[in-house]
C-alpha cells in the first residue's frame, strides 16, 4: 500500500511539474477501495430510499412486495408459525415500527388490541386496513342440521353465510389464555411436519377464545379469496402511491401484473374444482370461508367457536364425514391436531396439513385447491 501511495504521490508531481502537457491528469487511477466505497455508498443510498412497510401476516408480503418491487422493505409482525388471532408484538417489533413508513392491517383481531401501541411507537407512520371495501362474513359456526345434503344445494352459498348459529355464549371464555398460547415455539412445532406432539401442549383452554372477543365474530381470512386478494392489492397500491407518488408509474405497473396473474390463479382454481364428487371438505379451523365461497364450497369445521369439540360433538362429527363420504381432515400447522387425528382415525381417513398464512400466496392457493380435488375425487 506504501508502494502505492508513493506512485500515485510521484504521478501527482509529474502533472504538476508538466502540466502544459495534454491527457496528463488521466495518469492518476481511483484507487480500487475508493471505487468500492462509492458503490457501497449508492447502494446504501438506494436502500435508504426505499419504502419501510410493516403487515401483519407474510401472505400480504407477498402482494406489497410484487407491487413494490426494490421500492419497498417489507417486515411481516406475526412470524411463520405463530396464530395471528392472539399474536402479541414482541418489545424489539415495537421498536421497529419507528423506522416504517407504513403499517398495512389486515383485519384480524390482534391489530385492534394492539393500535394505541403501534400509533405511540411511531405516530408519523401511516396505519392502514388492507381490507378496507370488503364485506365480511361471519366466522362459520358448527351447525350440523345443516350438513348431510348433496352438492346440489350448495348453489348459493351467499345466502349459506347469511344465517349461522347464535354466539351468545362466546363471552364466557377468558382473555387470560392468549398469553398461553401465544409463548409458543414455531421452530419445535415444525420441527418434523409427520410429528404434531409439540402442537398438543395448546389444549382446548389454550384455544377457547382465540376467535371469541366480544362482538367480533367477522371471518377475517379474505386474503384467501383470489377476487378479495385484488382488493388488498389496491388497497396496498394506494398506499405506496400516497408515500411515493414519484413511483406511481411502476406501482401501476406492477399491480396491473398482479392483478392478471390472480386472474390466471382464480381460472386455475376454478377449473381444478369444477367437477367434484362433492363440495363439502373438513377443516380444523374454518379459515376457508371466503374461498369456499368463491368456489362453490362447504367447509365443514371441526372447531367450535374456538374451542375443540366435545366428545358428543366430535361423534357427531365422524358421523357426518360418513355420511359425506368424507376421508381427509384438513389441519393448520398453527392448531393442535389431536381432534383432527381423531375424526381421521375414525373415518378411516388421513389428516393432511394446509397453510392460510404461506408467504407464497399463489402457489399455496393453488396446491390447496389441488388438494380439496384429491379429497373430494
Known sequence: MAIRQKLILSSTLMCLGLSGLAGCGDTTQTPTSTVEEVT???????????????????PQQYFVEKIGGDRVNVQVMV??????????PKPQQLKDLSETDAYIAVGILFEDVWAERFKTANSEMLLTDGSEGIEKIEMVAHNHAHHGHGAEEHSDHEDEHADHDDHDDHDKHDDEKHAEHSEHDHDEEHADHDDHSDHEEHSEEDHEDHDDHGEDLEDPHTWLSPSLAKVHAQNIYDVLVELDPASEALFKENLDALLAEIDELDQAIAAELENLSSRSFLVFHPAWGYFAEEYNLEQIPIEVEGQDPSAAELAELIQVAEAENIRVVFAQYQFNSKSAETIANQIGGEVVFIDPLSVDWANNLQEIAKQIALANN
Open 40 to 58: 457501497k455508498g449508492t447502494d446504501s443510498e438506494e436502500q435508504g430510499d426505499r419504502l419501510n412497510i410493516t403487515v401483519s401476516i407474510l
Open 79 to 88: 412470524p411463520e408459525g405463530a396464530e395471528p388471532e392472539v399474536y402479541e
